[in-house]
């Protein structure tokens, strides 16, 4: 008896008082975590020393290297903003910190795939503009006329305009060889723009009006510069309104292509759907053990039954 009581009133006995027993299970129902910087340090430190759902969670490949140091930058925030107490409530922290971490890469899968989408188009449609043409090279159409339908097409006939034209004013008349050389640059069988240039060389030399050899190789020269100059400046003018065309077709196909496939979409929302139930639900647990321990009455989870 004498024990007793000396216990219950704080005595020197080796056990613990019941007062002091029933004192220490109050202020733990009140604590809701660590308040001080001394505290949050050691919770902290905990996320580091736990981590049981996280030891894998940050993916280190060959040609994907997540960030380590975000992912424990997230980790510290989530666990002093949430600040578990006791390794229940710790792992509970833990499954909030990775489902959010899964639930950012969800994220950019999504941007990853809009990206793709985007600029796979865009690529697509860059490699086949000079196809268009250049398959046609060595067949029987005359593919001037789709040539000048696009930038690249008019773009081409540019520059072997100009090559001709230096050409030609390099070597002071318009020789066989040059014609060839023009005519060449569009597969074996030309086009009307290489036909109509010959056309004129050999119209001039059948009527040449009593000209010298001289003077008839002049007149041809400046004939065929001032039909190439007309052909550049009219590609020229062409040349911008297609571009303005294709700049803003482009662009409304680029803005088509922003959101994914329906595949994508419905793989990347069933994936998010499952992170968000996992986390919903590691955060009703949590909040559930904090008000319990916290002291108030936190009836059972309603179960419903299908």
Not at 177 to 195: H, K, V
Request: charge should be neutral; aromatic fraction near 4%.
């Amino acid at each position: 008896m004498e024990e007793m009581t000396m216990n219950e009133t704080g005595g020197s006995g080796d056990g613990v008082s019941l007062r002091k027993l029933e004192a220490n299970r109050n202020n733990a129902l009140k604590s809701t975590g660590p308040k001080t910087a001394r505290g949050k340090a050691v919770v902290r430190m905990n996320a580091f020393k736990h981590g049981v759902f996280s030891k894998g969670v940050v993916v280190q490949g060959l040609q994907i290297r997540e960030r380590s140091k975000e992912f424990q930058q997230l980790r510290e925030r989530l666990w002093d903003e949430l600040a578990p107490v006791g390794v229940v409530e710790e792992l509970l922290v833990d499954r909030i910190v990775t489902t959010h971490w899964r639930m950012r890469r969800a994220l950019t899968a999504e941007a990853g795939e809009i990206a793709l989408s985007v600029d796979g188009g865009h690529w697509q449609r860059k490699k086949k503009g000079p196809q268009r043409f250049w398959s046609l090279f060595n067949g029987l159409s005359d593919t001037l006329t789709e040539m000048e339908q696009s930038a690249s097409g008019l773009s081409y006939l540019i520059q072997v305009l100009k090559e001709l034209q230096e050409q030609v004013t390099r070597d002071g008349e318009v020789t066989e060889a040059a014609l060839e050389r023009f005519r060449s640059g569009f597969g074996a069988m030309g086009n009307s723009l290489t036909r109509e240039l010959e056309g004129l060389r050999k119209e001039l030399l059948a009527h040449p009006g009593g000209s010298s050899a001289e003077a008839l190789k002049g007149e041809i020269q400046r004939a065929i510069l001032g039909r190439i100059e007309g052909r550049l400046n009219l590609y020229r003018l062409m040349s911008e309104e297609c571009e303005d065309r294709e700049e803003r077709e482009e662009a409304a196909r680029q803005a088509a292509e922003v959101l994914p496939s329906p595949e994508v979409v419905d793989r990347i929302q069933r994936y998010e759907g499952k992170l968000e139930r996992q986390l919903y639900r590691a955060m009703n647990q949590l909040e559930r053990l904090q008000r319990r321990r916290s002291g108030e009455a936190v009836p059972p989870p309603i179960t419903i039954v299908s």
